[in-house]
Each structure stands twice: as C-alpha cells, then as structure tokens.
C-alpha cells in the first residue's frame, strides 16, 4: 500500500462543516405554515404573553417566542433543538406522560409527526417578540404588487456592446457585466475538457475515447454544432434531465407513513410518469404542453388520452391515511398547492393557508382558490387493463406501459367506482371529482370557516380573476400557468435549467421569485432568455442549445486572477465554475468506464443502485419517501416528501467510506481491470502503461501525465498483479476527478 494510499489521500476530500449560519427558506415556512398555527390555535390560551398579564399562564411556560421556549418551564426544557426526544413538548403531545398536552385532547399523527421533524431539524423559529399571527390585511395594493420585478412580463433586449468577442447573445450580457465590473473572462476550455464537459452536461455520462478524439481533432464550430445534435437527439438526454424535473414534482414511489403491511397508499407503477417524462424531453413537447398535460391530460385530451401517465404529477404526491377526516385532506391540498407554487411558478403560495402571505402579494383566498381545484379532484388508480383502454402511452415509452400491463392481471379487479383494487394492477393519476369551492380555514383550523372563495388564480398573476367554471378547474390551471403572458412560468424554468449549468441561477432562489428571494444577478439576460425561449415555442432543446453554444458555458474554469480575486464565487460568470457531479451521474459514469452500464433499456421498472447486478441508469432508482435509499440519501438526493428547488452539496465521512468500502466500487473495481485485459491482452508490449493510458482515458477523457504512469508502475510491479491492479484501479474510480467536472 505504499503508493496506494498517497492516491487514496490525494483523491478523498475532508470532511466539511455542515451547519448553516442563518435558516432556510423551507425551514421557515415549515414554521409557519406547520407550526405557528398549531401554537396559536392549542398554546397560546395558557403559554404565552397575554395569558401571563391574564394571570392564566400554566407551568411557567411561554411558547409564543423562541425565547420562551429556549428558557423552558417549570419542568426543564421544554425543546431542545434537534432532539426531539430531549425535551418535554413531545412528550406531552404524545399524551405518554403524566402531562398531557393540550388537555382538549391528543392532536391528530400528523400534526404530531410535524413538530417531531420540526425540532429534528434544529426548531427554526424566527419569533422574536409575542406576536399572534400576522393579521389578514394585505401587505401591497394588487396594482403596486404588479410593479415588482418578477410581475412584469419579460422582455427582449438588445444585445449590449462589450469590448469581448460574443459568440451568443448570452455572452453579450454576460461580457458587458464583466467589462462594466472589471473583470477579464477566461479563455475557451481546452477541448479535452470541453467535451467531456458537454457530454456530462447533456447526457450525464462521459464521452467515449474516439467522441473526445473526434473533437480535439476538430474543434470546429461545425463539428461542435453536430455533437450537441447528436447528444440533444439520444434517448440518453431525456434521461438525464428528467431528474431535475423529478426532483421539482418530487416523485417518489410510496408514503413517508405506512402502517404495517397496509401498501395501499404506494405507486408501484409510478415509473410510468417518470418514464412518460423521460420521453416527453426527448420528444421536445413544448414546456407549455408539458405542463399542461401533466395538469389535465384527461381534460384536454379525453380519458383514453395516450399521456395519461403524465397526472403522474399530481397523482403521486403524498397519501394520508383516515382521508376521510377534513383536516387530513386539507394536508394534502396543501402538498398540490405547494408543488404548483413553488415548482411551476416560482412563489410559496403555501405559506398563505393561515394567513395572507407575511412577503408576497398572496392571499389567503388566492391560496384557497387554488386548493378548490385540488379538492375538486380525486386521487385514482386507474386499471391498467381498463377494457375501454388498449392503447399504450404514445408519449411516454411503449415498452414501459407495455411491460406494466403484461405484468397485471388480465382482467383486473375493479371497486365500483372503477378503479382497480389492486394497486400493482393500476396506474396512480387524477380524475374529477364533485366540483366545490372552499371556504378559508381561519389560521388554518378546518373548524373554524370563513369565506367561501371560488376556485380562480391568483389575483397577481391576472387582468382578471375569474373563477374556474369548468369541473375542478385543472384545465383552466394549466392554462393559465402556460399561458405565454404569465410572467413567471418561462422565467422559472429558464432559470433551472440555467442553474443546472452553472451551478446556480440567475435567480439563486430557484423556487422562490418572490420578495424574500434573492433578485437576478443579470436581469435583461434572464428575461430575454425567458422571452425568446416562449418565442420558440417553449423549447427545451431550443435553451439547451443557446446555452451550450455560448461562449459563457464553453470558457475554461480556471479564471483570470483579477476576477478570482474580485469575484471569488463567480457571481459574473469570469469563468466556468467546476461543479460535482449528481449522484446519477456520478454513477452512470462508473458503470460506463467499467463497460457494466445498461443503455439499451430506456424505461421500465425501478431497481436499486446499490444493486452490483443492477446496470441500468440510476434515473431509474426506487424512490421510497418511508425510507429513501442510503445510497442516494448519502449522495445529496433530496428528500421527495417536499419539491426540492436544487440539490445541497455535502462532504460526509460516510461518502468516502462508501466510496473505499462499497461491494458496489470494488464491483467496478474488478470490472473495469478486466475491461482493460480484454482491450490490452496480458502479453501485449507495454500492457501496462497501455492499460494505465486507456483507464485514464474512459475515467478522466484525458492521458495520464508521465508522473502519474510512473507512480502507477512503480506500484503495480510490487506484490501480487491481480490484486495490484484491482486496488490501483478501485482508486482512480474513487478520485475526485471522477466526480468534478471542470
């Protein structure tokens, strides 16, 4: 192991700090739509600053400010942040101790459930003095809401001048920034990396070693041009970018609460909508009739349409059980209203189901209005041999729904109401239901009503809000939100899609244009993008070609020392930032360099990715909201319970333990040493440094410099050859060059 292990050092990083400074933006509103309210409506009578001047307050407790909670009561602590266990509040709502809170009676699971993640997650509570909730009244006239930024429509602009030489339009905005602030861009990118870059960009798996000759041998703008058609047109494509799109609708195969052996509440067909997702990107469906399918496919294209899989959207987004009960339905309204708010359009609508919107110009009627579609529709698990339906999904893979359906039953047992019984015999989307309006649960108590609100859009992203008159109001939704006049839909997607990129939006709040979001780093360029991208039909594979082909996208990351200097998070785009890979990606490219990664099948059934007998893409993971996957938990997958805006990026010593001890990476191990034999047989002139050159080459898509050949013969000319080469090689696949992308 002499040489073994300066590699081993060299390729592992440390382990980071992972404690935030200052909260996040789903932390408070976890606490403000979860836990306030609970606060106000069962605490505050007998634990806060106006049942104290009352002389009623009980145990010496204050819950109405952090401070109160932080100093604890007459029995001790009454939360300890990130142990739930520690403190008295739980043990109480539990109602399994002599005290019993509140003494009207146990509140429900769930409510139960959520001040257990609450605490969990360190008790975030930005309650500074006694305060009820947040009056009704709205913060901004509808008219002056309208002027903020992210409420005008976007629009073209000109390409500004720049002393620097554009090669898009993106780069003239970017360019004129730099020159505006000083800083010098960097070079183009060395080819080798360019290319490797792209090919991990656009299909999440590295080029071959003849793909990367093909273009440092010509790196003309032509031949460029031709491999970002090539990569944009293969099945590849679709499947790496339907996980952005995944991780926004947060797909996930179960529930976070299963009862025993009770799997009515889990999807196991969920694969279809992902499966319809991947193809839908590789078709290029406009991203207005992306989501507008995924809202109403039923409505718009009738109920054998062929893209029914895509209510997969809303279809799959979390079950409660006793659904019979108001307040649980009213969580998972809350759920539908959340993705649509947050994912599609770019506000936290959510955060009005209490109270009007503390930032935005949401009210808490806009909130209910869109929530009455939702409780105008019916969850539903429609037979997969409905005899009305013999038709595949045209949008989504063929085989896919083929293979879902052979595998069912021929004739499938149905409930009265149509659907199947079994959940395994069917495929989980949405359907109408009775048409009804809401009224406002004051603070969010189902007991307590107030106006009745007509299902509508919000009043600040319309002339005219009108109430939805057709059925539940889905089509008029999705409508709405792809109606290219809406201002947010085209900026939101263009900034994820960008984001992916770059490593982070022109918008860092992704799913959070709003007040409390943070304001575009490069304002015209975003709603130029925006604008010509709606132009253009809502092209995806028109965004991904104008980024790519930039100058901006295609620079080096090694950046110019005055902007590193100036700008050391790369703010203005000097340079290309280096990014880590995903988990899938990361994966994939494992699997690829080992010759062990299965393309062919595009679709189908989920496996699990730490599975050595399992080859396909990890796109096609089982996601599991229960218990999501060590290996994707471990690897930053975010947590499909809620939509996720971006992915977080941490360094655990747990990683590097996978990535050291894994049955998975000594797999590729062994793999990759016995792909390199059958390329460089054993009796073949200089094997060794013809294997160590070609091993660097599927990794890394570049030589090995004459130290690295050096230091690997030397190590490999010791000991047993066989063991030598499984160990030399499980440590290039664990380097960070593996996982980087520059």
């Given at each position: 192991m002499k040489y073994i292990l300066p590699i081993l050092l060299l390729s592992f990083s440390l382990p980071a700090s992972l404690v935030a400074d200052e909260p996040s933006r789903e932390q408070l509103d976890f606490f403000e739509s979860k836990i306030r309210p609970v606060l106000i409506e069962h605490c505050y009578s007998c634990h806060s600053a106006e049942a104290q001047s009352k002389g009623k307050l009980k145990g010496g407790l204050l819950l109405d400010t952090k401070q109160g909670w932080e100093l604890g009561g007459d029995t001790g602590p009454s939360i300890v942040p990130n142990d739930p266990a520690a403190g008295s509040l739980m043990l109480a709502l539990s109602y399994d101790h002599d005290v019993q809170m509140p003494p009207a009676g146990k509140l429900p699971e769930e409510i139960i459930k959520n001040f257990e993640r609450w605490i969990r997650e360190g008790a975030v509570d930005p309650r500074l003095d006694s305060s009820p909730m947040p009056d009704n009244k709205p913060k901004l006239d509808p008219n002056q809401a309208k002027e903020f930024w992210a409420f005008q429509a976007p629009k073209e602009s000109p390409a500004p001048p720049s002393k620097y030489e554009a090669s898009t339009k993106i780069d003239s905005f970017v360019l004129a920034q730099l020159e505006a602030k000083q800083l010098t861009p960097a070079p183009l990118a060395d080819p080798r990396v360019l290319i490797r870059r792209l090919y991990l960009d656009l299909i999440g798996l590295p080029p071959?070693?003849?793909?990367?000759?093909?273009?440092?041998?010509?790196?003309?703008?032509?031949?460029?041009?031709?491999?970002?058609?090539?990569?944009?047109?293969?099945?590849?494509?679709?499947?790496?970018?339907?996980?952005?799109?995944?991780?926004?609708?947060?797909?996930?195969?179960?529930?976070?609460?299963?009862?025993?052996?009770?799997?009515?509440?889990?999807?196991?067909?969920?694969?279809?909508?992902?499966?319809?997702?991947?193809?839908?990107?590789?078709?290029?469906?406009?991203?207005?009739?992306?989501?507008?399918?995924?809202?109403?496919?039923?409505?718009?294209?009738?109920?054998?349409?062929p893209n029914l899989a895509a209510l997969g959207f809303i279809g799959l987004g979390p079950k409660y059980y006793d659904r019979g009960q108001l307040f649980v339905m009213a969580e998972e309204w809350e759920d539908r209203v959340d993705v649509v708010g947050r994912g599609l359009l770019g506000l936290t609508i959510a955060c009005a189901r209490c109270h009007d919107h503390k930032y935005d110009p949401i009210t808490t009627q806009d909130y209910y209005g869109l929530a009455g579609v939702f409780?105008?529709?019916?969850?539903?698990?429609?037979?997969?041999?409905?005899?009305?339906?013999?038709?595949?999904?045209?949008?989504?893979?063929?085989?896919?729904?083929?293979?879902?359906?052979?595998?069912?039953?021929?004739?499938?047992?149905?409930?009265?109401?149509?659907?199947?019984?079994?959940?395994?015999?069917?495929?989980?989307?949405?359907?109408?239901?009775?048409?009804?309006?809401?009224?406002?649960?004051?603070?969010?108590?189902?007991?307590?009503?107030?106006?009745?609100?007509?299902?509508?859009?919000?009043?600040?992203?319309?002339?005219?809000?009108?109430?939805?008159?057709?059925?539940?109001?889905?089509?008029?939704?999705?409508?709405?939100?792809?109606?290219?006049?809406?201002?947010?839909?085209?900026?939101?997607?263009?900034?994820?899609?960008?984001?992916?990129?770059?490593?982070?939006?022109?918008?860092?709040?992704?799913?959070?244009?709003?007040?409390?979001?943070?304001?575009?780093?490069?304002?015209?360029?975003?709603?130029?993008?925006?604008?010509?991208?709606?132009?253009?039909?809502?092209?995806?594979?028109?965004?991904?070609?104008?980024?790519?082909?930039?100058?901006?996208?295609?620079?080096?990351?090694?950046?110019?020392?005055?902007?590193?200097?100036?700008?050391?998070?790369?703010?203005?785009?000097?340079?290309?930032?280096?990014?880590?890979?995903?988990?899938?990606?990361w994966r994939?490219?494992?699997?690829?360099?080992?010759?062990?990664?299965?393309?062919s099948t595009v679709g189908g059934p989920s496996i699990d990715p730490a599975d050595t007998n399992q080859t396909k893409r990890t796109v096609y993971s089982r996601i599991s909201r229960l218990e999501l996957h060590r290996f994707l938990a471990m690897h930053d997958f975010p947590d499909p319970n809620v939509t996720a805006e971006k992915r977080a990026e941490t360094i655990t010593p747990l990683q590097k333990l996978f990535v050291m001890n894994s049955a998975f990476m000594l797999a590729q191990s062994q793999a990759l040493v016995e792909r390199l034999r059958r390329e460089i047989p054993d009796d073949a002139q200089s094997g060794d440094i013809l294997r160590i050159n070609l091993a660097y080459q599927w990794l890394y898509s570049r030589p090995p410099t004459t130290a690295e050949i050096d230091l690997a013969v030397q190590y490999l000319s010791n000991g047993e050859r066989n063991a030598r080469w499984t160990s030399y090689v499980h440590a290039l696949l664990a380097a960070n060059e593996t996982l980087y992308v520059d």
């Open positions: 071959t070693v003849d793909q990367v000759n093909r273009y440092v041998n010509d790196p003309s703008e032509a031949n460029y041009a031709t491999i970002v058609e090539q990569l944009l047109a293969s099945p590849a494509y679709g499947e790496r970018w339907a996980r952005l799109w995944l991780d926004v609708t947060r797909y996930a195969e179960d529930q976070a609460h299963i009862v025993g052996d009770d799997k009515s509440l889990t999807y196991p067909n969920a694969y279809l909508y992902r499966d319809w997702v991947i193809q839908a990107l590789n078709n290029d469906v406009s991203y207005s009739d992306f989501i507008r399918l995924q809202l109403a496919a039923d409505l718009i294209e009738g109920e054998n349409s409780a105008s529709t019916q969850m539903y698990n429609k037979p997969l041999f409905a005899p009305d339906s013999t038709e595949h999904d045209k949008t989504s893979s063929p085989s896919s729904e083929q293979t879902a359906k052979e595998t069912a039953k021929s004739k499938s047992e149905t409930k009265p109401n149509g659907e199947a019984k079994n959940p395994a015999e069917a495929m989980h989307i949405v359907r109408e239901d009775k048409p009804r309006d809401l009224n406002v649960f004051v603070r969010g108590d189902v007991n307590h009503k107030g106006d009745l609100v007509p299902r509508r859009f919000p009043s600040v992203l319309t002339n005219e809000s009108l109430p939805f008159r057709e059925g539940s109001g889905r089509r008029e939704l999705a409508d709405a939100i792809a109606d290219p006049s809406n201002p947010l839909t085209a900026r939101v997607i263009v900034n994820r899609v960008w984001g992916a990129y770059f490593g982070k939006g022109l918008v860092g709040t992704p799913s959070n244009f709003g007040t409390l979001g943070e304001r575009p780093t490069h304002p015209e360029l975003l709603d130029d993008l925006a604008a010509r991208f709606v132009k253009e039909g809502s092209s995806l594979k028109w965004l991904h070609r104008e980024i790519v082909h930039s100058r901006t996208y295609r620079q080096s990351s090694m950046g110019a020392q005055d902007s590193l200097a100036a700008d050391p998070n790369n703010q203005w785009l000097a340079r290309m930032p280096r990014r880590r890979l995903s988990a899938e990606s994939d490219s494992l699997l690829s360099a080992s010759g062990q990664l299965n393309v």
